[in-house]
């Protein structure tokens, strides 16, 4: 899968896909490199998983290590 598609199918099962299109590139980036990282498509799933409160949030992954 592409990073395009991770994009779009995070805003497909995304309820509130108004909360992607607020996220600056980085944040976007991070995501789709952890999203890239899994070797394994159930893996990804799982990510996704747990990225959708983030997302929702408008939180990036590592927001809680920055002052």
């Known amino acids: 899968m592409t990073l395009l598609n991770y ?5 497909w099962q995304l309820v509130a896909t108004k909360s ?3 996220l600056n590139v980085g944040r976007l980036k991070e995501y789709a490199q952890f999203l890239t ?3 394994r ?6 990510q996704v998983k747990k990225l959708e409160p983030l997302i929702l949030q408008g ?3 590592n927001d809680r290590y920055r002052k």
Not at 7 to 11: E, M
Not at 41 to 46: Q, R
């Open 20 to 22: 992607i299109d607020e």
């Open 37 to 39: 990282e899994a070797k």
């Open 41 to 46: 498509t159930n893996n990804t799933f799982k």
């Open 7 to 11: 994009l779009s199918y995070i805003k």
């Open 59 to 61: 939180r990036g992954l």
